[in-house]
Structures are given as structure tokens and as C-alpha cells.
T-cell receptor, first 110, second 112 residues
Framework: DVKVTQSSRYLVKRTGEKVFLECVQD?????MFWYRQDPGLGLRLIYF???????EKGDIPEGYSVSREKKERFSLILESASTNQTSMYLC?????????FGSGTRLTVV | GEDVEQSLFLSVREGDSSVINCTYT??????LYWYKQEPGAGLQLLTY?????DMKQDQRLTVLLNKKDKHLSLRIADTQTGDSAIYFC????????????FGTGTRLQVTL
């Protein structure tokens, strides 16, 4: 089974801090994704990547950037965290039968 | 772009069948998925259906696809308290720029 690991389950950061959310997958998949999940809004795509050093904006990229230096690792960066970025962040890796998700990082910005 | 819609809440009694509905807008969607999210957890793939099928059954789960109406449903037979979760419908295909587009999720509450 594909495993997608997000390094932190819970994070609390201060407004203005630079925040890194890490995601690692173990099946050599080319496609990786970052979503945020908010009540009543479902999952919204922030950024995705088709290959190393490649990135594409999703539906809500403002305030975020990403890094894909190695195939197995896809990092989401909040350059200057704000309170409206408090959310659940989900990373996924794509396989033929669907996406496999990590267990999520609940980020609180205070 | 693709738009996927679901109702937000469904309550059923234990032992009854649950039917969760979903509509999508992009007729070129190739795969349609159902994911389950339990409290505090990530999303777990339950099942998916390819667009050239109209039904798929997997144990207690039945997926129905009406491609003409762009309507997808998930039926859970003999619903149990362990089925209480949020269920997400998602669509993927060429028209979605190879991105998975999710609905808002339906919270299923199972009562005794």
C-alpha cells in the first residue's frame, strides 16, 4: 500500500512566522498535491506537482508556495502565516485508482 | 472548471440504508470517487467508478452513476455506527486538468 506521511499532526504558529508542512510518499509517484479542508467548503487545491522541480497553482495558491526537490517529498510553505490560514492541510499522492491521502496537519495560527 | 455538489448532512438509523448523493458539472469526468473521513483522520478511498459504468457494488457499498444527469450516489446497506463520518464525492478527468475536484462532503450521522 502507498503510504503518505505528513510530519506533524498538530501545529501552532504565530502570525508572521514562516511555516513548513512536509509530506513524503513511498511509492515513487510523480503527482503530489496539497489541499486545505475547511468546514462547509470541502477540500480546495492549493498547489500540485507533476514531477521534481515542477509545480502548478491550484485553486487557492495565494499566500502559499511549494517545493519539490526530490520525488518523494512535497513541501508546502506559508511565507508569512496569517490567522485565515488556520485549517486542516492534507497532502496526497496520485495512483491509477485514486489519490492516497496523508492523515493531515491541523495548523492553528495565533 | 468542475463543480461538485453534495448535501451537507444526512441522519439515518442503525440498520437502515444510507444514500448519499452528488452532482458534478463536467461531462468529461473520467473517474468518480467516494472518500470517507473519520474524525481527526485523513481521507480514505472507499470506492470509485469509471465513467463507462453505471453501477458498482462492493460488499455493503453500491455506487450508481447517471452520466446523462451527471449524478452519482453512494448507498450503504445496513448502516452501522462505525459508518458515521464525512463522505466526499470527487471527480477526475481531462476536463479537470487532471486534478481531483471534491464536493463539500456529507456528514453521515448514524443513530441507534
Amino acid at each position: 500500500d502507498v503510504k503518505v506521511t505528513q510530519s506533524s499532526r498538530y501545529l501552532v504558529k504565530r502570525t508572521g512566522e514562516k511555516v513548513f508542512l512536509e509530506c513524503v510518499q513511498d511509492m515513487d509517484h510523480e503527482n503530489m498535491f496539497w489541499y486545505r479542508q475547511d468546514p462547509g467548503l470541502g477540500l480546495r487545491l492549493i498547489y500540485f506537482s507533476y514531477d521534481v522541480k515542477m509545480k502548478e497553482k491550484g485553486d487557492i495558491p495565494e499566500g502559499y508556495s511549494v517545493s519539490r526537490e526530490k520525488k518523494e517529498r512535497f513541501s508546502l510553505i506559508l511565507e508569512s502565516a496569517s490567522t485565515n490560514q488556520t485549517s486542516m492541510y492534507l497532502c496526497a499522492s496520485r495512483q491509477t485508482g485514486g489519490y492516497t491521502f496523508g492523515s493531515g496537519t491541523r495548523l492553528t495560527v495565533v | 472548471g468542475e463543480d461538485v455538489e453534495q448535501s451537507l448532512f444526512l441522519s439515518v438509523r442503525e440498520g437502515d440504508s444510507s444514500v448519499i448523493n452528488c452532482t458534478y458539472t463536467d461531462s468529461s469526468s473520467t473517474y468518480l470517487y467516494w472518500y470517507k473521513q473519520e474524525p481527526g483522520a485523513g481521507l480514505q478511498l472507499l470506492t470509485y467508478i469509471f465513467s463507462n459504468m453505471d453501477m458498482k457494488q462492493d460488499q455493503r457499498l453500491t455506487v450508481l452513476l447517471n452520466k446523462k444527469d451527471k449524478h452519482l450516489s453512494l448507498r450503504i446497506a445496513d448502516t452501522q455506527t462505525g459508518d458515521s463520518a464525512i463522505y466526499f464525492c470527487a471527480a477526475w478527468g481531462p476536463g479537470t486538468a487532471s486534478k481531483l475536484t471534491f464536493g463539500t462532503g456529507t456528514r453521515l450521522q448514524v443513530t441507534l
